[in-house]
């Protein structure tokens, strides 16, 4: 059994990285989660987790650290 519910997503406008906002159903926290597509020398491509915040009292508060963590989420969001 899940103990995390994504509850928003943001993608970056060439579909090759994204970050999930995610709620913990243990103790109603939230984090962020990035992931990144990647192929592979055999030529298999996924989602790869890239980074994972430490834990926030609040989404807004997840979702503010990752626009200052992630350099290509600013750049999505200044352009």
Known sequence: MSTEKEI???ES???K????I?????????R??????VTD???YTYWNCTY??????SAEAAE??????????RDEISN
């Open 17 to 20: 990285r994204r970050v999930s």
């Open 41 to 43: 020398r055999d030529g």
């Open 64 to 73: 503010r650290d990752a626009h200052v963590e992630l350099p290509w989420l």
């Open 13 to 15: 406008s060439d579909g």
């Open 52 to 57: 994972i915040s430490g834990f926030y009292d």
């Open 32 to 37: 962020f989660e990035e992931e990144t597509y």
């Open 22 to 30: 995610v709620r913990s159903t243990v103790g109603n926290l939230f």
């Open 8 to 10: 928003k997503r943001i």
